[in-house]
């Protein structure tokens, strides 16, 4: 790589490839058998940062283009389901009052853990050799992966004794009354809810089917900055999330200012002279004029605080 911070990648290299491999991802092969074309591939360069900005890690994916796949050849199905925005909500509406934990876990390279049933071939970038690979595994980027994670995700937790909820099926539940525990979903992050001792054993038996990261009291899910006071009262703010909103629109002039944000009372939007304007109402406020720019991400604050 010609990157100038190119020696910050090289461990992120390194990391994915050794993952691959030992999670038996791919086979390698000499050529594609007649009738058959390998999908080209790229490295997909990501820099994950915490609640604050600042740089938490580099991370690498080789990703297949799925956008060269041909339906009925080399996927059928691909729906995966998501976690709902509500079920999260209430997950934290029952932990405040109730004194319940809520941990968040990571599984590392989750889209590699679900099993490929269709005869797929890949090649690798050149930076990696331009190989040949037949996968094993659901590659990040074929179009079935989400749905391949999701089924093995599934599977396992139900053989260790969850359920999965009939309202949102990427939420599962185990046990009865004060020892019933959580775990909520939303492709390789986990939310957990319960006492200490549930939380800790649904770790436990997570751990044993998958390798994940302990984050520990949850803190930032799906844009959601999430606080907890000494009286046990859980806050979710979007600050990063709307301040990288307004640094990608293209803006110029606005009245902008940020408060805490607890809950939204009430909303409006407003279309003049070519200038959207959004505004919601409570104990803080937004006011963010986008001139030019689709107010879509702005709009998704209100709905999932």
């Known amino acids: 790589m010609s990157r100038p911070d190119s020696e910050q990648w090289r461990p992120a290299v390194d990391v994915e490839l050794q993952a691959l491999q030992e999670k038996g991802v791919y086979r390698k092969v000499e050529q594609v058998p007649q009738g058959k074309k390998a999908l080209p591939s790229k490295l997909i360069l990501t820099i994950k ?6 740089i938490d890690k580099y991370k690498m994916r080789l990703v297949a283009l799925g956008c060269r796949q041909v339906a009925g050849r080399d996927y059928d199905e691909v729906h995966s389901p998501t976690a ?3 079920t999260f909500r209430i997950l934290f509406a029952k932990a405040a009052p109730e004194g319940l934990d809520v941990d968040q876990i990571d599984v590392k390279t989750a889209f590699l853990n679900g099993a490929l049933d269709q005869e797929i071939y890949i090649r690798l970038p050149a930076q990696l050799g331009g190989e040949i690979w037949r996968p094993e595994k659901a590659l990040y980027g074929l179009k079935q992966a989400a749905r391949a994670w999701h089924k ?8 260790k004794g969850f359920t999965s909820s009939a309202h949102d099926p990427c939420l599962f539940f185990r046990g009865q009354g004060v020892d019933r525990v959580y ?9 957990l809810v319960g006492s200490t001792a549930q939380v800790s054993g649904a770790k436990k038996d997570i751990g044993t089917c998958f390798e994940i990261n302990h984050l520990g009291a949850a803190h930032y899910f799906l844009s959601l900055e999430v606080s907890r006071d000494n009286a046990g009262s859980i806050s979710v703010s979007q600050e990063k999330y709307a301040r990288t909103c307004w640094r990608g629109s293209r803006c ?11 809950c939204v009372r009430d909303c409006r939007v407003q279309t003049a002279r070519g200038l959207r304007t959004v505004w919601c109402t409570g104990n803080w406020w937004v006011r963010l004029c986008i001139l030019h720019a689709t107010p879509g991400p702005i ?3 209100p709905r999932a605080c």
């Open 49 to 54: 940062r915490d609640a604050l900005g600042n």
């Open 84 to 86: 709902q925005q509500a």
């Open 152 to 159: 093995q995700l599934r599977d396992d937790l139900m053989n």
């Open 183 to 191: 775990v909520l979903f939303h492709d390789d992050a986990g939310i």
């Open 252 to 262: 110029r002039t606005a009245s902008q200012s940020l408060r805490r944000w607890n």
């Open 299 to 301: 709009l998704h604050m």
